[in-house]
């Protein structure tokens, strides 16, 4: 049972977790990049540690120090081939977006999720990715997970999103990284765009214009990585000071990226 009770107003300063998105992102560009990468601000909620179990499971150095991530990365080409089924738990980002990454590598891997992961569709990004030449099985004719993943030589294309995406954008972009030639994307409405300013940072060769992402296969390098607190975590209590007169709140630290902010907006 929760009880609430009325308050006159909020007044104060608070910080709200680390962005799931970044985090997510932050210990797969790491664990593909040449080099250390330190990792401050991360959440550690289930799906990102699902993450860093299956870069593990990759062969990749992961190590947690406090609230610092520490990835030591090997590079473009530096992943293993897994013993084992790689779990995604409930962590759609993980699945999605790691299969683009394991499109383009030198061996077979095997991809699962719970109960739930399991139903969400995966033609989304089987699709594009198997016209850049990966190969990609599963339930369902490839729809469904557990997906089979073997490793091929990737080609670019040049792919319209049908839907406003973050996930399928950002599952071509990493396998753009292997593919020869260039990769672009088009959407007609922007979405999230974390991957496209993450993967500059880390070294990518990646131009963005007016709803068009163009991507070449990249080398990049291990960063010092700050996530900043999660504007979903933030909402809530935006939402609560702006309902009440006389409140004032300030949120310390929260990302506020324009593909990101709609909230705010409204």
Do not use: W
Not at 99 to 108: A, R, Y
Not at 229 to 258: C, K, Q, R, T, Y
């Amino acid at each position: 049972m929760l009880i609430t009770n009325k308050i006159k107003k909020i007044d104060g300063r608070i910080t709200v977790p680390g962005d799931k998105s970044i985090s997510h992102r932050a210990v797969m560009f790491a664990s593909i990049s040449d080099g250390r990468s330190v990792i401050d601000g991360f959440l550690f909620g289930e799906d990102c540690l699902s993450t860093i179990a299956c870069f593990r499971q990759l062969g990749i150095p992961i190590h947690i120090n406090g609230s610092q991530v520490v990835v030591e990365g090997k590079g473009m080409h530096g992943l293993s081939e897994p013993e084992d089924i790689l779990d995604a738990g409930n962590s759609g980002t993980t699945m999605r977006l790691m299969t683009g990454i394991l499109s383009g590598q030198s061996f077979l891997s095997i991809m699962t999720g719970d109960d739930s992961l399991r139903k969400r569709p995966m033609d989304r990004i089987s699709v594009p990715l198997k016209r850049m030449g990966a190969s990609i099985n599963g339930r369902k004719g490839g729809k469904l997970a557990p997906l089979v993943i073997e490793g091929k030589q990737l080609t670019g294309i040049d792919y319209t999103l049908p839907v406003s995406s973050a996930q399928i954008k950002s599952a071509v972009l990493l396998a753009g990284l292997y593919a020869d030639g260039e990769t672009t994307i088009r959407e007609d409405v922007v979405s999230r765009d974390h991957t496209e300013r993450m993967l500059e940072f880390f070294g990518a060769n990646i131009t963005k214009n007016k709803g068009t992402v163009t991507i070449k296969p990249s080398e990049l390098k291990g960063q010092n990585i700050k996530v900043p607190g999660d504007i979903s975590s933030a909402a809530f209590f935006m939402a609560a000071a702006a309902a009440i007169p006389g409140s004032s709140l300030v949120i310390e630290g929260v990302g506020i990226n324009e593909t990101r902010s709609g909230n705010i907006d409204v």
